[in-house]
């Protein structure tokens, strides 16, 4: 079946992009349903022609796609689906982006500059979006630039509880990238039965994108095994300088925990050679193999965005998820 019907006649369908189909694929193997059949292609100048092959008139519709690169292309796919189901008469749609494009630019650093993640948003509700699923924002204000209820979802859980099996939880360290992650930080040491904080002093180029310098580390790491962690991982550049600075600082050994694998080149590479212990992730993206590596972990985010879907199709508490916590 391509449904789930509930009480008083209410139906779920899944649709998804084409960014990453795999991920589609274990969300509905959760849900236990098949995906709407959807009939998406390229015209030769380069525009996208979408069409769904069933009905979706008064469904609970969910769409789903990912958003690696090339992002504009895999976001004006969604775009298209969206005004595709609004057009279709859906009763009410969803937009599931486990990786929400363009989170970076959620405020201006600068005059002139524009700000892109609520642009996004903007674009979404205009569409014809009704709701928003994402998972592990870069800044939890982006929640409210869509106006419509957004689920934050956070893959701490799923990466915290994976890392516990991996450690010693009496000689663990928890690592910020920078100290604007540190509130993360501290949900981390939590499901890490209290673990030390330590933070990573940076500087960064607002005139340079994608480069940031690690300079020392503030905190207890010295003979300690540090799990360094962040919201995504783009070239590596920062991540890998990152290990380095632990490691001259003392750290026993070092693994790290992002969200999102982004892996711009040449971030495989930089990883592969950081001297971290293991790398995990989870496939909010796809990582094609030649961006795979040896120390390289993926966790599946499927069971925890299936979840929430049925959670938000039968009017449940997509909260109760993490604790009362998101």
Request: net charge negative; with cysteine; aromatic share 6%.
């Amino acid at each position: 079946m391509s449904t789930i019907t509930a009480q008083g006649e209410k139906t779920l369908v899944l649709a998804s992009g084409r960014a990453h189909p795999e991920l589609a694929k274990e969300i509905a193997k959760e849900l236990d349903i098949e995906l709407l059949p959807t009939s998406a292609y390229d015209f030769a100048n380069g525009e996208i022609y979408v069409r769904f092959e069933e009905s979706v008139r008064g469904t609970d519709a969910f769409i789903i796609q990912a958003h690696p690169a090339p992002i504009n292309e895999w976001l004006m796919e969604h775009l298209l689906m969206i005004d595709t189901m609004k057009r279709a008469s859906a009763k009410r749609i969803t937009v599931v982006a486990p990786f929400y494009p363009y989170a970076r630019q959620d405020k201006k650093h600068r005059g002139r500059e524009p700000i892109s993640a609520r642009l996004v948003s903007d674009l979404y509700k205009t569409a014809g979006a009704d709701r928003l699923i994402s998972v592990d924002l870069h800044t939890a204000q982006i929640q409210g630039f869509f106006d419509g209820p957004v689920d934050h979802l956070m893959a701490i859980p799923l990466l915290a509880d994976y890392i516990r099996t991996r450690v010693d939880l009496d000689n663990v360290t928890v690592v910020s990238p920078d100290t604007g992650r540190v509130r993360v930080a501290e949900q981390w040491a939590e499901r890490l039965g209290g673990a030390p904080l330590a933070f990573v002093h940076k500087s960064r180029d607002i005139n340079v994108p994608n480069q940031a310098v690690a300079k020392q580390v503030v905190g207890q790491i010295e003979g300690r095994t540090c799990i360094l962690i962040d919201d995504m991982i783009d070239t590596g550049g920062t991540i890998a300088g990152a290990v380095q600075v632990l490691k001259s600082g003392g750290a026993k050994d070092v693994i790290i925990a992002a969200t999102h694998a982004v892996f711009s080149d040449p971030a495989a590479r930089r990883l592969a050679e950081s001297g971290a212990r293991e790398v995990v992730v989870t496939n909010t993206l796809p990582i094609p193999p030649e961006k795979q590596f040896a120390q390289l972990t993926v966790l599946s985010i499927a069971p925890l965005i299936a979840r929430a879907i049925r959670e938000v199709f039968e009017d449940g508490s997509v909260t109760s998820l993490f604790d009362g916590r998101s």
